[in-house]
């Protein structure tokens, strides 16, 4: 197994614009359906990708690899969208990854949050990236593309990972190696933490890929899995349908490519009524 530490460069833009800042709460209009949560900390991590967390209500629920609708009361309505919480079930905070799109309904907007501001949070998560839609194998793949990486955030956070796998292994690919860096804090953090830094250290592979600039790994994951680069890589064998199980999140192009790739390959595409070997998140906010 090649040392996960030389999978993906490690680094984070130092140009990165942070906000968090305590300040008291504002009183709250209840919107039927949603939590209405207060904004913590806001980052921008490129002019395209911002990330923010928000104070969690003590009755809201989920599990690791969930999405919930997320958004702003404009013009006295909720305009939402899907977003997978990239916080883990047991922090006290939510967090979420989005990208900017200048004319989107809610993006457009939504980057512009600041600290203290409200924010809507669906009362009901749901979503098909769940440990629990798999069958037991060794090797967990996750692979991801862009904001895909969101729900994986939570996803190897989550202690029953490292208790069903024996080994998983992050894949995550950008076009720039910038888009990379919260993905990659994301991964140094855990590493470094009390509760499941050990864990990570022994189980988890993070690696990266970009598509247009030079780079140590470089390609769509499409053509890493088919080529078998990734495989060499790793110092792994190639996917295997009787040890591998695989959660996939990112792009419609990339989901249907190795969707039709995993069946081919003997894959069995799993839900919650009946487990399979491999399981896709459609419903993410890259919008």
């Given at each position: 197994?090649?040392?996960?530490?030389?999978?993906?460069?490690?680094?984070?833009?130092?140009?990165?614009?942070?906000?968090?800042?305590?300040?008291?709460?504002?009183?709250?209009?209840?919107?039927?359906?949603?939590h209405q949560a207060r904004?913590?900390?806001v980052r921008h991590w490129?002019?395209?990708?911002?990330?923010?967390?928000?104070?969690r209500d003590p009755s809201?629920?989920?599990?690791?690899?969930?999405?919930?609708?997320?958004?702003?009361?404009?013009?006295?309505?909720?305009?939402?969208?899907?977003?997978?919480?990239?916080?883990?079930?047991?922090?006290?905070?939510?967090?979420?990854?989005?990208?900017?799109?200048?004319?989107?309904?809610?993006?457009?907007?939504?980057?512009?949050?600041?600290?203290?501001?409200?924010?809507?949070?669906?009362?009901?998560?749901?979503?098909?990236?769940?440990?629990?839609?798999?069958?037991?194998?060794?090797?967990?793949?996750?692979?991801?593309?862009?904001?895909?990486?969101?729900?994986?955030?939570?996803?190897?956070?989550?202690?029953?990972?490292?208790?069903?796998?024996?080994?998983?292994?992050?894949?995550?690919?950008?076009?720039?190696?910038?888009?990379?860096?919260?993905?990659?804090?994301?991964?140094?953090?855990?590493?470094?933490?009390?509760?499941?830094?050990?864990?990570?250290?022994?189980?988890?592979?993070?690696?990266?890929?970009?598509?247009?600039?030079?780079?140590?790994?470089?390609?769509?994951?499409?053509?890493?899995?088919?080529?078998?680069?990734?495989?060499?890589?790793?110092?792994?064998?190639?996917?295997?349908?009787?040890?591998?199980?695989?959660?996939?999140?990112?792009?419609?192009?990339?989901?249907?490519?190795?969707?039709?790739?995993?069946?081919?390959?003997?894959?069995?595409?799993?839900?919650?009524?009946?487990?399979?070997?491999?399981?896709?998140?459609?419903?993410?906010?890259?919008?």
């Open positions: 197994m090649a040392d996960a530490a030389v999978l993906g460069e490690i680094a984070a833009p130092s140009a990165a614009r942070v906000s968090s800042a305590a300040e008291p709460a504002k009183p709250k209009t209840e919107v039927r359906g949603y904004v913590l900390h490129t002019d395209k990708l911002f990330s923010f967390r928000t104070t809201f629920r989920f599990e690791a690899g969930q999405f919930v609708m997320i958004g702003l009361m404009v013009e006295g309505k909720p305009l939402v969208r899907a977003y997978s919480i990239v916080s883990a079930p047991y922090e006290e905070h939510l967090e979420f990854l989005s990208i900017k799109v200048p004319d989107g309904p809610l993006t457009s907007r939504l980057q512009h949050i600041a600290v203290g501001d409200t924010v809507l949070v669906g009362r009901k998560p749901t979503g098909t990236l769940l440990i629990e839609s798999l069958e037991p194998g060794k090797r967990l793949y996750l692979f991801a593309t862009g904001t895909g990486f969101a729900p994986f955030g939570s996803i190897i956070r989550n202690p029953d990972t490292y208790e069903r796998f024996a080994q998983i292994v992050l894949v995550y690919g950008c076009r720039e190696a910038a888009e990379l860096a919260f993905g990659t804090e994301a991964v140094i953090g855990l590493r470094e933490s009390e509760f499941l830094g050990e864990y990570a250290d022994k189980q988890l592979v993070y690696y990266t890929t970009v598509t247009r600039e030079a780079y140590y790994h470089q390609g769509r994951i499409t053509d890493l899995v088919t080529s078998g680069k990734l495989f060499s890589d790793l110092g792994v064998p190639a996917l295997d349908a009787a040890n591998d199980r695989i959660m996939i999140c990112g792009n419609p192009g990339m989901l249907a490519d190795l969707k039709a790739m995993l069946l081919a390959g003997g894959f069995a595409e799993g839900s919650s009524g009946k487990p399979g070997t491999f399981v896709i998140e459609k419903a993410f906010a890259e919008r």
